[in-house]
């Protein structure tokens, strides 16, 4: 590599995060960022239906760059590469420990609604941190409409030290070195993570997919993102990076656990993982597509998926299923701490490559964004399966070279696909029934 371009990288590292960078360096691909995006219209009093339908359900959510103003607190910034998030529905964090650890609401006696997590370079002996209540979480506990004043501000960081949510953690020693004044230790924790940890929407678009999981799923999430921080509270030490171990690999692997797709490794060689990391946006799109958009009446096709495969067979469901929509979230524009003008790039594939344009589909076509025509649209869909249902041996007959024991594994397959649709026609039904009375 020439010294101008040695020099023109240097530069740019100053201006932009390294999955820019990446995009310099990678001939194979391209970023792509494109405007703010208001949230579509939804119908009113879908979201307390929702939750009578999907108790417990997941999100993924990528979330833009952020722009702290200056004059105020500690001078944060981020690239466009944005940052990712994940909520759970009917999870909570455990209260008799000082440490981070989750478990089914209903069996602590709590009464939040769910939680949400961050994964977050500061921290040493964590690699993710909670925030109980959606609300919370999300906005900061701000009403529609109302503005992000610097009182608000304040007194949310003070909710959030209630909340204990750093309770147990400790943060890497570098990022207290630029501590502002009139801070401690313990305070500036919060300080620097409102609006990545906390009150995601003071300072971040959001572009969320929604996941209903079912309890069985919901505990698999648990177990594995459980796992995943017990390391570090034993004296492992955290090490964020943004190719080989990010926010994003943590949210793919905890729906990985309920087998909605396959796992991402983490800690890979990195001249692999420079070649195949998952960037937040891209990640809303795989999420939505996967759950939306996986031909599911092509049942040969389905039973050569494994996660889809071993999720119908040990859980009775498919990835592609009822009720999966996207949720967006805007930064409030009356704002006197944050920007309110954020991008968040895709990273895309120079051949494959059509994230922007799955995007804009999903943010126009009302089956992704409202829940009457999501089901509508699998009513339809699973009308279409059981009306060309074929017998068992049409299509063992076509592959006469099985041998006998994956005959038998296609047979049961068959067998929980087709009571799966059946079930699943019923309940659409239903459901459509309930949001027309």
């Avoid at 389905?302 to 469901?317: I, K, Q």
Wanted: charged share 25%; hydrophobic share 35%; proline share 6%.
């Amino acid at each position: 590599m020439g010294h101008a371009m040695t020099t023109l990288l240097r530069w740019l590292r100053g201006l932009v995060e390294p999955a820019i960078v990446a995009c310099l360096l990678l001939a194979t691909g391209g970023c792509v960022t494109g405007p703010q995006t208001e949230p579509p219209p939804t119908t009113a009093g879908e979201e307390q239906v929702y939750r009578e339908f999907y108790p417990t359900y997941a999100e993924i959510c990528a979330v833009s760059q952020l722009g702290k103003k200056s004059g105020f607190g500690a001078e944060l910034s981020s690239g466009v590469g944005g940052h990712a998030v994940l909520y759970l529905n009917g999870v909570c964090r455990k209260q008799d420990v000082d440490y981070p650890v989750l478990a089914m609401c209903d069996e602590t006696g709590n009464p939040a609604d769910g939680v949400g997590l961050s994964v977050n370079e500061h921290y040493r002996n964590a690699e993710w941190v909670a925030t109980e209540g959606r609300d919370f979480f999300f906005d900061g506990g701000l009403k529609p409409g109302q503005p992000v004043t610097k009182d608000a501000y304040r007194a949310t960081q003070a909710q959030a030290q209630a909340k204990g949510i750093f309770t147990g953690v400790t943060f890497h020693q570098r990022f207290y070195d630029d501590m502002a004044p009139g801070f401690t230790p313990a305070t500036y924790q919060y300080e620097i993570s409102v609006a990545t940890d906390y009150a995601i929407s003071f300072g971040r678009n959001r572009y969320c997919a929604r996941v209903p999981v079912d309890r069985p799923q919901m505990r698999s999430i648990v177990a594995y993102l459980n796992d995943q921080n017990a390391p570090y509270k034993n004296g492992e030490i955290f090490d964020w990076n943004l190719f080989t171990h990010n926010c994003a690999h943590l949210n793919h692997n905890a729906l990985a656990a309920a087998d909605i797709w396959d796992e991402w490794p983490t800690d890979r060689f990195i001249l692999i993982a420079l070649f195949d990391f998952p960037v937040p946006k891209n990640e809303f799109v795989n999420l939505m597509r996967r759950t939306n958009d996986v031909p599911i009446d092509d049942l040969e096709a389905l039973y050569r998926d494994t996660a889809a495969r071993r999720l119908l067979l040990e859980h009775g469901r498919l990835p592609t299923q009822p009720g999966a929509l996207m949720d967006l979230g805007t930064i409030p524009r009356r704002n006197e701490v944050y920007d309110p003008d954020s991008r968040i790039i895709f990273y895309d594939e120079p051949v494959t490559g059509s994230y922007e344009e799955h995007f804009r589909a999903i943010l126009t076509e009302p089956r992704y964004f409202r829940l009457r025509d999501n089901l509508a649209y699998f009513a339809d869909l699973y009308d279409k399966i059981r009306a060309t249902r074929r017998p068992v041996e049409a299509y063992l007959a076509e592959h006469p070279d099985q041998a006998p024991d994956e005959q038998a594994a296609f047979r049961k397959f068959y067998s929980a696909y087709f009571s799966y649709i059946d079930r699943e026609s019923r309940e659409v039904g239903r459901q459509l029934a309930v949001l027309k009375s």
